[in-house]
Nanobody, 113 residues
Framework: QVQLVESGGGLVQAGGSLRLSCAAS????????MGWYRQAPGKQRELVAT???????NYANFVKGRFTISRDNAKNTLYLQMNSLKLEDTAVYYC???????WGHGTQVTVSS
């Protein structure tokens, strides 16, 4: 049973930073492509960033230069470092095991002015 548990969300002022974590269990984490997605109220879920098992990263244009996705295979953990946060980054952020098509339950990020 694959489990993905996100943490690190919260309330932050615009311009601030947060680091999200996603702890994976029950999967061959190091062999899987992983990603972060987000869903704002009234909007569809959208891709934020992905990382392949070899460490190749891809980002949505709206986070390039501000967010960094990384992984620690020894800890079975995926990260998303979010800097220079904007009001429009407010959303529930989801971790996804792209290879096995599993989702975490999400963590709320709220950016205030």
């Amino acid at each position: 049973q694959v489990q993905l548990v996100e943490s690190g969300g919260g309330l932050v002022q615009a311009g601030g930073s947060l680091r999200l974590s996603c702890a994976a269990s029950g999967s061959t984490f190091s062999m899987n492509a992983m990603g972060w997605y987000r869903q704002a109220p009234g909007k569809q879920r959208e891709l934020v960033a992905t990382i392949s098992r070899s460490g190749t990263t891809n980002y949505a244009n709206f986070v390039k230069g501000r967010f960094t996705i990384s992984r620690d295979n020894a800890k079975n953990t995926l990260y998303l470092q979010m800097n220079s946060l904007k009001l429009e980054d407010t959303a529930v952020y989801y971790c996804r095991d792209i290879s096995l098509e599993y989702w975490g339950h999400g963590t709320q990020v709220t950016v205030s002015s």
